[in-house]
């Protein structure tokens, strides 16, 4: 049964902005847990770009996409989202959503238990 589903990935030019976002299927499914943005370009591991609390206070940024994206939770529609801005070629990758072992707000990716199947993002020159 699938978890977690990503969605909202696609083409843009470099400068652009991009929001992807993650859906549970279960309304229970973030109950106090972290949920993580990971990415993973060909050829490259996969690494870790932003957390967010269960109540949304916290947040963590990989020194990449500080400044540039921005991680949200969406109550109404029970989704985690990741606002993309000033996109660069080097964003360019497949972004995953997970969630956190509870209690945890993690950069690892150790860390996470429960993973969607990933979103393309291409940022074009």
């Known amino acids: 049964q699938v978890q977690l589903a990503e969605f909202g990935g696609g083409l843009v030019q470099a400068g652009g902005s991009l929001r992807v976002s993650c859906a549970a299927a279960s309304e229970r499914t973030f109950d106090e847990r972290s949920v993580g943005w990971f990415r993973q370009a060909f050829g490259k591991e996969r690494e870790f770009v932003a957390a967010?609390?269960?109540?949304?206070?916290?947040?963590l940024y990989s020194d990449s996409v500080k400044g540039r994206f921005t991680i949200g939770r969406d109550r109404a529609q029970n989704t985690v989202y990741l606002q993309m801005n000033s996109l660069k070629t080097e964003d360019t990758a497949v972004y995953y959503c997970?969630?956190?072992?509870?209690?945890?707000?993690?950069?690892?990716?150790?860390?996470?238990?429960?993973w969607g199947q990933g979103t393309q993002v291409t940022v074009s020159s």
């Open positions: 997970a969630i956190d072992r509870p209690f945890l707000l993690s950069d690892t990716e150790s860390s996470y238990e429960i």
């Open positions: 967010i609390s269960w109540g949304g206070s916290r947040t």
